[in-house]
Nanobody
Framework: DVQLVESGGGSVQAGGSLRLSCAASGSPANTYCMAWFRQTPGNQREGVAAADSDGRVAYADSVKGRFTVAKDSDKNNLDLQMNSLNPEDTATYYC????????????????????????WGQGTQVTVS
């Protein structure tokens, strides 16, 4: 199993920044892909950003250019630097890890769909006003 602990959420004004951190405990096989998702009431979780242990990253179109994800594979940490925040970024943010080996065109990748992830943190609230 993997246990995930998120931190860094809070309230910020539009245009501001926040940094989320996720600490994972468990086997490296279960933490090759780590990702951030977010969810608002009544909606499904939306993939925000993902990173793998080989340095590949992926972003949702809605956050490209504003958010930066970074994975420290030695420490099993995943950080999300969020800049230029707007009210549409308000959500509960969840950290997730996957033990599944995803391959596309001969290369591994980390997806941004919820079903690709097996382990989840409890979430941290981000509110932008």
């Amino acid at each position: 199993d993997v246990q995930l602990v998120e931190s860094g959420g809070g309230s910020v004004q539009a245009g501001g920044s926040l940094r989320l951190s996720c600490a994972a405990s468990g086997s490296p096989a279960n933490t090759y892909c780590m990702a951030w998702f977010r969810q608002t009431p009544g909606n499904q979780r939306e993939g925000v950003a993902a990173a793998d242990s080989d340095g590949r990253v992926a972003y949702a179109d809605s956050v490209k250019g504003r958010f930066t994800v970074a994975k420290d594979s030695d420490k099993n940490n995943l950080d999300l630097q969020m800049n230029s925040l707007n009210p549409e970024d308000t959500a509960t943010y969840y950290c997730a890890t996957s033990h599944i080996k995803f391959i596309r065109e001969g290369s591994r990748y980390c997806p941004l769909f919820e079903s690709g992830y097996s382990f989840w943190g409890q979430g941290t609230q981000v509110t932008v006003s």
